[in-house]
């Protein structure tokens, strides 16, 4: 998928949060500045959240009330998987709510397979290249749930 404003990669994520069910485990991944707090945002839009989300970078985790619970986890800082198990960060009441990680490639094999991972290419000004991937047939429904109205990447070439 494309989006061209902030706003739009918001209203991405606020319609895939209408699928999510508790347990679910989402990694977002882009550089620094790509969108992926602008897509943790709308996500808890969509689960009716109306405190405001902020990068968690300085908390490490950030837990909000709406339809479920969303904890919004940032490894920005965070060296590697096991400071991440050191410091608690996954816990067993994630299975009521939802887990947005952004940098969660750097839990590497730490990461559970089974999990939603949003692939955010591009910074600045430019257009964003959204892409979903599925890690279990269990994930698929956000694939289902992409609304109508967004912008279709032009091919899948160089998608990941
Ligand atoms: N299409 C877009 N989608 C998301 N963010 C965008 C888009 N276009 C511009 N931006 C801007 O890019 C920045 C993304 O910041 P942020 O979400 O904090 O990134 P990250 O958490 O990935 O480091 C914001 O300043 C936002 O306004
Ligand atoms: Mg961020």
Redesign the pocket.
């Known amino acids: 998928m494309?989006?061209?404003?902030?706003?739009?990669?918001?209203a991405l994520a606020s319609a895939l949060a209408g699928t999510a069910r508790p347990g679910d485990l989402i990694s977002?991944i882009?550089?620094?500045?790509?969108?992926?707090?602008?897509?943790?945002?709308g996500f808890g839009s969509g689960l009716g959240i109306t405190d405001t989300i902020v990068?968690p970078s300085f908390v490490l985790m950030a837990e909000y009330r709406g339809r479920l619970p969303l904890f919004h986890i940032?490894l920005?800082r965070l060296a590697d998987a096991a400071d991440a198990f050191a410091g608690g960060l996954i816990d067993e009441r994630q299975g009521e709510g939802v887990t947005l990680i952004?940098w969660a490639e750097r839990l590497a094999d730490a990461m559970p397979a089974d999990h939603l991972d949003v692939f955010?290419d591009?910074?600045?000004?430019?257009?964003?290249r959204?892409t979903l991937r599925a890690g279990s047939a269990e994930y698929g429904r956000y694939l289902d749930a992409v609304p109508a109205w967004v912008e279709a990447a032009e091919s899948a070439e160089g998608s990941r």
Do not use: C, H, N
Request: hydrophobic share 25%; charged share 30%; glycine share 18%.
């Open positions: 494309v989006t061209r404003e902030p706003a739009g990669t918001r977002l882009g550089d620094l500045g790509a969108g992926k707090t602008q897509f943790a945002k990068s940032d920005y952004e955010i591009g910074t600045g000004d430019d257009p964003r959204i």
